[in-house]
């Protein structure tokens, strides 16, 4: 049946963050990829208005696809599926991070799918097995890190364009219920995880959420001056508003934003000299020797009969004496 541009843009309007449009135009993937985003971050839903003709056009041509011939490269497509293999990869962390091997299994395995599924959008394809592969052979080099999604999944996303290709054929002629069962699935693999994450780790999540935000704000002390850039873009209406003399209310919120991140840097420095075992004022070389005892303590090699927890401690003390390290070359 012929696809109408009339009723795509009704579909668009009033279900385009869900991917109505999408489903009922054949495109599966990209409904799919909707559903999950929530159009794009909204983002992309709305970018789309002006594309929908040339889908509605594509999907009632009659004219052969070309498989051999290879896509060219798209920095859109490339930055879709690193944006979207880091969303997959932080939902696992969320919902997944508490399982054995995760950094092996879940994290790989989720931000490869992410990838995958926005290669997998429209007209082109690419290699699942060479998709995950990357991610799974990555994953491991990151080991204990909660930025590890970054670099996986741009990684990833650099192995999905080496293997990008049109697809064989346009569309689909499975029934229509066939179609939704397999999304159903897809969407429940999704959000099942985050479900039970919400009803029954609160804890966990909170804890893993925070040690994100905190990897994020030591890489920013890394690189100082990158941070000092985004910090200056943040406040800017903060200190535009105070030259131009309006400094109550909502603007006032823009500095306490600040003032909680710093509080939130001194508990990190604090809860690390605690998982150390030492004082506030100890030396570099109390530091240091702290630091060797217990990682002798808590090398997983030396504790076969309690693993779990050998790792747990053993990221901690690895983790707290990076923190002290970075902080203390900043002085």
Not at 168 to 189: D, H, K
Not at 239 to 248: Q, S, Y
Not at 267 to 286: C, F, H, I, S, W
């Amino acid at each position: 049946m012929a696809k109408r541009l009339l009723v795509t843009v009704a579909l668009w309007a009033l279900g385009g963050p869900a991917g109505l449009h999408h489903l009922y135009l054949g495109r599966d993937n990209h409904a799919l990829l909707w559903m999950l985003t929530l159009g794009g971050f909204g983002v992309g839903w709305l970018w789309e208005l002006w594309l929908l003709p040339g889908w509605v056009a594509q999907a009632n041509s009659t004219s052969e696809q070309h498989p051999d011939e290879h896509p060219p490269l798209s920095p859109v497509r490339f930055f879709g599926q690193a944006l979207v293999g880091i969303y997959f990869g932080l939902v696992a962390f969320i919902g997944l991070s508490t399982l054995p091997g995760f950094y092996f299994l879940a994290l790989p395995l989720a931000v490869g799918l992410g990838v995958h599924l926005v290669s997998e959008v429209g007209d082109q394809a690419s290699d699942l097995h060479s998709t995950l592969l990357a991610a799974f052979i990555t994953s491991p080099i990151f080991y204990g890190r909660p930025v590890a999604i970054l670099p996986v999944s741009l990684a990833t996303s650099v192995v999905a364009q080496q293997h990008r290709r049109y697809k064989a054929s346009r569309g689909t002629s499975e029934n229509l219920s066939v179609r939704l069962y397999r999304m159903g699935l897809a969407y429940l693999a999704f959000t099942t995880p985050l479900a039970y994450c919400a009803f029954y780790n609160t804890a966990a999540t909170a804890s893993y959420v925070a040690s994100t935000i905190g990897a994020a704000l030591d890489w920013l002390h890394v690189f100082p001056s990158l941070g000092g850039v985004l910090e200056s873009i943040l406040l800017l209406p903060f200190h535009a508003a105070k030259t131009l003399g309006f400094t109550g209310g909502y603007f006032q919120e823009w500095e306490k934003v600040f003032v909680f991140v710093q509080s939130f840097q001194n508990e990190r420095q604090q809860m690390a000299y605690k998982v150390l075992g030492l004082r506030d004022d100890a030396t570099p070389e109390e530091i240091n020797k702290s630091y060797r005892e217990l990682v002798k303590i808590w090398h997983p090699d030396h504790n076969r009969h309690r693993v779990a927890e050998a790792e747990r401690r053993f990221i901690e003390v690895q983790s707290a004496y990076e923190l002290l390290t970075q902080m203390r070359k900043q002085r």
